[in-house]
């Protein structure tokens, strides 16, 4: 892909379960190219479960689902290359050894060789060396990151970003491959309320330049595509229903871990 194009989302009666129960169940939702959607529900609802299951990491047990027009879990390979995950823990992470400079090369690289056209491969040395920094600085003025405003600019360690300039790394990297559909896990955690406003602010750009997001948070934004997990019934923002857990199931932290293991992932 040259450019970024929004994913539209859906599901119906979507659900998975574990060994120990259902992670989610009963969601239905659409929400069209370059939304924002949220996925709001306190830890252990499985939120994360729904996150990965809309972006063909893990295979739903009931219902159905479609990402970018592509049906799952049937279509989930090909999902997996059109939706980029931001940061996810345990499953997509930045390493707090590396350097700014080392994650941004490496995925780079990782995107020159896996995710780009053939044609590429045939461009010279300094063609391909530009190129890909032209990729990186493009990702890095969306999400915000100067990273000359960090202590020791690119050499800067993981380990010693901020909360919110970790979250507009992570993007970064995941807007390197042109995503249609980038997804964050926990986007308000451990953020005051004015970094969340922030970050927030900074998910509403990259939806507005054209990529949906998907974001998983302990409160939705006002506006955003609201999905709830944890709950008896809801409704979306944009006014479509939105369920998870119906009447008497049992949505828990173990089931969503078991649920993990038990599907498999990408």
């Known amino acids: 892909m040259d450019s970024p194009h929004g994913a539209a989302v859906s599901a119906e009666g979507l659900g998975l379960e574990g060994p120990r129960g259902w992670a989610f169940r009963d969601v239905t939702f659409d929400a069209g190219p370059g939304s924002l959607i949220a996925v709001e529900g306190p830890s252990g609802s499985g939120r994360t479960c729904l996150l990965l299951a809309l972006t063909g990491r893990m295979r739903p047990t009931e ?41 941004l090369r490496e995925r780079a ?100 330049a054209g990529t949906t997001v998907l974001a998983v948070c302990s409160e939705a934004p006002e506006g955003a595509v609201t999905v709830r997990t944890g709950t008896a019934s809801g409704t979306t923002d944009a006014g479509g229903p939105a369920k998870t857990g119906e009447s008497g199931t049992t949505t828990h932290e173990e089931g969503a871990a078991d649920a993990f293991a038990e599907t498999g992932h990408a």
């Not at 970018?68 to 939706?83: C, E, K, Q, S, T």
């Open 109 to 208: 690289l990782l995107q020159r060789r896996y995710g780009g056209p053939v044609r590429a491969l045939l461009r010279s040395p300094r063609e391909r060396t530009a190129a890909a920094r032209d990729r990186i600085d493009a990702a890095l003025d969306a999400a915000g990151l100067d990273p000359a405003t960090l202590p020791k600019a690119e050499r800067t360690a993981v380990r010693d970003l901020e909360r919110l300039e970790a979250l507009r790394l992570s993007v970064a990297l995941a807007l390197i491959g042109r995503p249609r559909l980038l997804a964050v896990d926990d986007a308000d955690l451990k953020l005051s309320g004015a970094e969340r406003a922030e970050a927030w602010r900074l998910l509403r750009s990259v939806a507005g």
């Open 63 to 103: 219902g159905e689902a479609g990402t970018g027009g592509l049906a799952l879990p049937r279509r989930a390979a090909a999902v997996r290359r059109i939706a980029a995950l931001g940061p996810v823990p345990g499953v997509s992470e930045l390493d707090p050894a590396f350097t700014v400079a080392e994650h």
